[in-house]
């Protein structure tokens, strides 16, 4: 670890304490904008198969990798980006078929065993990023026992306000699979906590989180495309299913690319907390989609009494949860360790650990070097822009008028409030980082 | 850059006399500058303690970038912590294959 602390210069205390807060607001804004993406996804009552649904979100996810990164950065940065560290590109594909296929079992488990016991079965995937963390990444190594505290602490009152939450926004628990959907349920939180390893690799790297979640089409829209042929069996099937729902693509497209949005903050929290932290933090997504599904879709209107007592506690539980952790942060001794693990990827990978250290500092790699140049955006990203914007406008023109019934004063007051947390952590994250 | 490609191998003080790297400066430094200059350039960088510079050719410059990133692959198969992501991503496929 000294060896590290010498090789990479030790960070200074006041810059560590501002990244570690920057990353705790990427974590709670990551909970917001992945809450919210749920929102288009109520809108739509069709009989579109769960697989389905999920490829067709892919695809709203698929141009808002995309536009992102070129809008924030220019794609430019992001062929430099994987030129510095090729080998994260395989890392990603490898991350985005975990996520892929963790999604998909999501909707299985929520068929079988229904939102209230699935959910907070895969919210242990923060526990096992806490345990990956620690093992892989030298995350809360000389924590001392008071981080400790608070990080595990919070995330098992996470997990309990879950299980709270989940279980009062159920509507019903279908029986019959329980066994499926149980397992279904463990295994995406096995997944999506092991998908945090590369994650995590990458920022270590000093990878930037806009370029890294660019190499995710790469295996994304193959490994959904493969899963829907599966399951729809076969091509022409398949599109038959697609040209049906083409009436409610734009809700499914518009609900991936705010997930996209909630991902990028999730990944940054990566990026500055770890994955102990961020990955728990980010959780609080659930407290998102419940208020979206109450204030906006009307759910659990009319509730008992102790229905609210329910909701109300599992909130206030998971509040406090996210709250320890964020209290949590990384110290300097931690962070040397942190240090550590970064000079390791570098060795191990013959990553210049000019670049690793920038990324682990929040800066550029080089100061008027290649990186500046390549910041200025070209005709590429203009035209990736224009067609993002392009393919949204025709969804919306074939869109067909929601189903369900909304009070759209307060989804428009919700999305003030999405755009508001978009704005002020995306405008601290340019101040301090200039989005590395 | 049309003037000084090449590498430089410079000894950086925390990993002792002994550690020389190759440090590019391709594009991190202006285009037209004199050999000294460029050494001054360089030495000026952070953590550089002694450069020892010398004109290389661009094929040398070309195997010093290939060598530090191309060979990324074969150090993969070797990372300890591939088998996590891969073997739950067998799980998952089997899980996904079964409840269907």
């Known amino acids: ?436 | 850059m049309t003037g000084h490609r090449g590498v430089a191998a410079a000894s950086f003080e925390p990993f002792g006399k002994e550690s020389c790297f190759l440090v590019s400066f391709h594009a991190s430094l202006p285009v037209r500058c004199e050999r000294s200059t460029l050494k001054d350039r360089i030495a000026q960088r952070p953590r550089v303690r002694r450069v020892l510079v010398s004109r290389a050719s661009e094929n040398q410059m070309l195997h010093a970038n290939q060598s530090s990133s191309q060979n990324w692959w074969s150090v993969l198969v070797r990372d300890p912590h591939w088998w996590v992501p891969v073997i739950a991503l067998i799980v998952g496929l089997v899980v996904l294959e079964w409840i269907q």
């Open chain 1, 1 to 436: 670890m000294a060896q590290a602390a010498a090789a990479i210069p030790r960070l200074q205390v006041s810059r560590l304490r501002k990244l570690q807060a920057l990353g705790v607001m990427c974590g709670l804004a990551a909970g917001a904008w992945l809450g919210a993406a749920e929102a288009p996804t109520k809108l739509v009552r069709v009989g579109v198969s769960p697989v389905v649904i999920s490829l067709l979100m892919v695809i709203g996810v698929f141009l808002a990798r995309w536009s992102i990164p070129a809008l924030a950065r220019g794609m430019t940065q992001v062929r430099l980006d994987a030129h510095k560290a090729p080998h994260l590109i395989l890392w990603a594909i490898l991350a985005v078929c975990l996520l892929a296929v963790a999604n998909t079992l999501t909707i299985f488990a929520i068929r079988d065993i229904g939102l209230s016991i699935a959910f907070p079965l895969w919210n242990a995937n923060s526990l096992l990023g806490i345990l990956w963390g620690f093992v892989f990444f030298h995350e809360l190594r000389l924590a001392g026992w008071r981080r400790w505290l608070g990080v595990l602490g919070g995330a098992l009152l996470m997990f309990l306000g879950a299980m709270l939450l989940a279980l009062a926004s159920s509507r019903q628990a279908p029986g019959g699979r329980a066994l499926h959907g149980m397992v279904a349920a463990l295994a995406a939180a096995f997944l999506w906590g092991t998908m945090y390893i590369p994650y995590r690799k990458a920022y270590l790297t000093g990878m930037n989180p806009l370029s890294f979640v660019a190499f995710f089409t790469i295996g994304e829209l193959g490994m959904m495309s493969m899963l829907a042929l599966r399951s729809a069996g076969g091509a022409l099937s398949l599109w038959h299913e697609l040209v049906e729902a083409r009436a409610v693509l734009f809700w499914l497209a518009a609900g991936g690319f705010i997930w996209v949005i909630g991902d990028l903050f999730q990944q940054y929290a990566a990026k500055y907390i770890g994955i102990s932290r961020g990955i728990p933090l980010s959780n609080t997504n659930q407290l998102w989609g419940l208020l979206w599904g109450m204030v906006v879709f009307g759910e659990l209107r009319g509730g008992t009494a102790p229905l609210l007592a329910q909701v109300i506690g599992g909130s206030v539980i998971m509040a406090a949860g996210a709250t320890a952790i964020a209290f949590s942060s990384a110290q300097p001794k931690e962070h040397e360790n942190w240090q550590a693990a970064a000079l390791r990827e570098s060795k191990r990978y013959g990553t210049d650990i000019d670049y690793v250290s920038a990324g682990l500092e929040g800066r550029s790699a080089t100061q008027g070097g290649e990186m500046e140049y390549a910041k200025r955006h070209t005709a590429l990203d203009w035209i990736m822009l224009v067609f993002t914007a392009l393919v949204f406008v025709f969804l919306f023109a074939i869109a067909r008028t929601p189903m369900v019934s909304f009070n759209a004063y307060a989804a428009v007051v919700m999305l003030a409030v999405m755009v508001a947390i978009l704005v002020v952590c995306g405008t601290v994250l340019w101040r301090m980082t200039r989005f590395n």
